[in-house]
């Protein structure tokens, strides 16, 4: 199945570990107001396939425990799409690497991750 790609802008997604520094001023403003807070999320998704940009999570980014925050770019993302692709129950799937890694074409240590709700 071939995915198709176009250039875009997108600004750090909601679910991105980076998100709850970048945006602690909207979050709270808007904590306590459930129908802005789901606006915010539905705008700052990220869901779909990509190439760069930044990464989508069904449930939290794994990049925030442990030794992987330095995968900080996001490689490639699949999403679900129908019956066609289908990660678990409607999930995604991310390649992650270091800006380091990247910058000498090391790909041995690409960082995985799928979840699904």
Known sequence: MGLAFE???EALTGSDYRSDEMYAAIFDE???DEKLEEAFFQLFNGTGHKLGGYPFF?????????????????LLQIDSVGDKI??????VG????????LKNKDFSKVLFNWDCY
């Not at 289908?86 to 999930?91: A, T």
């Open 30 to 32: 808007i904590n306590h």
């Open 86 to 91: 289908i990660w678990g129950d409607s999930g």
């Open 58 to 74: 069904t449930q939290e980014d794994l990049r925030a425990y442990g030794d992987y925050q330095d995968a900080d770019i996001l």
């Open 7 to 9: 250039t875009d802008l």
């Open 94 to 101: 991310n390649f992650f690497i270091s800006e380091e890694d």
